[in-house]
């Protein structure tokens, strides 16, 4: 039996033994892998969690009643799944309300309707809306090198998701800056609203909502997103001359309000206050049902945690889910989380974090901030998994936005990788349902959780 370091996954090689990469997979562990994908495609229930999730609260921005009933079902289900220690742990988050009705009205040179969605947390239109003439930007760059041609105007954003990265966050990485800072960066120009081009490659009149933030200072103007198809609509018009547009949003704020973070736990057989987390966030966008962001993540957690007692693993450390609240808004949960668990976290205890907040797609990697020989040092526990199609470890990231305040703590973290080509045809959107996941690569993505899970916690 090897001992752990308190607070450490550094590993036995670090005393002069042969490197684990070197060596071939332990059978036990080749044959827990086979087990847990086994049982996950014969018998599985992530997709019937996820669709129980979907049914009990197919909307559930923070703050809203589906937030609550989230959280209500997050808790029933946990018990129902013989977690222990399941708890809901209060934070306060953001009430913001999409409203009725979200418009965009061609006026000049002809009538077109454009489709748009408001962007979270932007502020409505005066009630009988807003009228302006277009212009148009590749990027926040040119943008602030516009002097005064924005004065007075709706500026529109037109910059594409770039196609080349093999890993679609990559490209949303390069872009997403366009949403999030959009507003602040059109108001310092003397604009009067902005619409951003949706986030994804595909051509298509989805508009894709998302956070945006005001920064100090600035005046808050509207925000919107435009379908990419609408984007090509306005831009082909804007070539040929002026465009007037009429843009009605009457989105609301509604301050803060009490939530929770849904928290259940495998005990650990032998240092039961060691922690490996596994995150995924309860809360989703409004326009769909938030299936793949996060329902999915939701399930791959859940459906992991029954997995492991379904093959009779009792893992050596704790195996804590949490089910984070507001990872789209404002990332009160897992700030909250941090804030709550100060202490345990100073003194060593989340030896590793794991999220999944990629889509229900089929696994294809572990992210892992780790680096050098404490990487290494795990490669040999993932060979059983790469072996069997569900996931290689590598190199980089903080595994995802809830557990990377985990990072001061020396926290190990890591991020569960789905194949990404299709997730941005969903995300934020109204077609984000349950229809869009398919029943088998949700439960290996479960799978290959749980396997991560369990090396990490006894090792
Ligand atoms: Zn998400």
């Keep these: 039996v090897r001992r752990a370091v308190v607070g450490s996954l550094l590993p036995l090689a670090a005393c002069g033994a042969a490197p684990e990469a070197a060596r071939a997979p332990e059978p036990a562990l080749v044959q827990r892998a086979r087990d847990l994908q086994e049982r996950a495609l014969r018998d599985g229930r992530a997709y019937e969690l996820l669709s129980g999730l979907l049914a009990a609260a197919p909307s559930r921005l923070s703050g809203s009643p589906g937030a609550d009933a989230a959280v209500a079902w997050g808790l029933a289900t946990m018990r129902e799944l013989g977690l222990r220690n399941v708890r809901a742990e209060e934070v306060m988050v953001p009430k913001w309300v999409r409203g009725q009705r979200e418009l965009c009205s061609v006026l000049s040179p002809r009538s077109v309707e454009l489709s748009i969605c408001a962007l979270g947390g932007s502020v409505a239109t005066s009630p009988a809306g807003l009228t302006a003439e277009v212009l148009e930007v590749r990027s926040l760059e040119e943008l602030r090198t516009i002097g005064d041609a924005a004065q007075g105007r709706i500026v529109f954003v037109n910059r594409p998701m770039p196609r080349a990265f093999r890993r679609t966050f990559q490209a949303y990485g390069e872009t997403a800056a366009i949403r999030t800072n959009g507003a602040s960066e059109a108001a310092a120009v003397g604009a009067v609203a902005v619409l951003v081009r949706s986030l994804t490659t595909s051509i298509d009149d989805l508009p894709h909502t998302g956070a945006m933030l005001y920064r100090d200072g600035f005046r808050r103007i509207p925000a919107a997103a435009i379908s990419t198809q609408g984007a090509e609509t306005l831009s082909a018009m804007l070539r040929e001359g002026p465009v007037r547009l009429h843009l009605w949003l009457d989105c609301q704020d509604h301050g803060e309000v009490p939530s ?126 790469s072996e069997l199609g569900m996931g290689t470890l590598v190199e980089g990231g903080a595994g995802g936005a809830d557990i990377a305040v985990l990072a001061p703590y020396g926290t190990a973290l890591f991020g569960l990788m789905v194949a990404s080509h299709r997730y941005f045809d969903y995300h934020h959107t109204a077609a984000d349902r349950l229809e869009a996941v398919n029943e088998r690569e949700l439960a290996l993505g479960a799978a290959a959780l749980a396997y991560a899970a369990s090396v990490l916690a006894d090792r």
Aim: net charge negative.
């Design 260 to 385: 929770a973070n849904v928290v259940g736990e495998l005990v650990g057989s032998e240092l039961p206050d060691e922690i490996v987390l596994l995150g995924a966030h309860l809360d989703a966008w409004d326009l769909g049902h938030g299936a793949h962001d996060d329902g999915a993540g939701c399930a791959h957690v859940l459906e992991a945690m029954r997995l492991l007692q379904a093959i009779g693993h009792r893992p050596r450390r704790t195996i804590r889910g949490v089910l984070f609240m507001n990872e789209e808004n404002g990332l009160r949960g897992a700030l909250g989380y941090a804030e709550r668990h100060r202490a345990a976290l100073e003194a060593g205890s989340h030896v590793a974090a794991i999220e999944t907040d990629a889509g229900g797609f089929a696994p294809e990697a572990f992210t892992c901030s780790l680096r050098g020989a404490e990487l290494e040092a795990l490669r040999g526990l993932f060979v059983p998994l």
